[in-house]
């Protein structure tokens, strides 16, 4: 299998330059083309930090973090943008927008890179889901696991090369929590690169990397 993400020596650093807090550091691993990785660690150990940084979404403070041909330490705004733009990203509050129906908020994954998606394809999606009964219901009507579905429709409406997971079933009762495990296992073994931040260690089961975080540092990775 081919490295798709590297991270080299990567920190991330919050505070003030006279006072600066360590949240992430020194990092290195390697994920690679079509795995699932899952990263493991108490609140406050550096998880959704590290994430954020493979995902574009905040930037590094020293290292090398190079996703295919993307170098994202040296990236400006703009070009993380694009980059977020072909990566799929998912929370643990869903992030749906309440104003726009079920619908609507799967196609606007796709906006962000300003691609058009048809709306057809985002039926089709939460079809797949077993959501197409309630595609033009309210978003604040759906239970919880619904919403969480509705947001991996609306992370994968992009087609994306990766999808980033931050706690996913952190708000979800078993059952939810067992439907999204196995959602995302699905996508995984049809070829989709998973990278995952949990606490719950069930989703060890179903990693090919395990990666155990404290203090902002890697203790252990299987
Ligand atoms: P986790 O996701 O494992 O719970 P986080 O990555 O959220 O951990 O946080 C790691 C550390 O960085 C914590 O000590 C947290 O308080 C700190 N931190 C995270 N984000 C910020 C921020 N925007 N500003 C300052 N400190 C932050
Ligand atoms: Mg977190």
Redesign the pocket.
Known sequence: MSVLISVDNVTKY??TRKNP?K??GPVSLNINQGSFTVIL??????????LNLLCGLDKVTSGELVVGSDKLNESNSKKLAKYRSKIGIIFQFYNLLPNLNTVENVMMGSWAGGKSTSYQKAVDLLTKFNLGHRFKADVKTLSGGEKQRVAICRALIGDPEILFCDEPTGALDTSSETQVKDILAELNKSGLTIVM?THNPEFAGIADNIIN?SD?EIIDKQ
């Open positions: 919050y505070g807090i949240a992430v660690g108490r609140s406050g150990s550096g998880k959704s930090t590290l931040v975080m902002g």
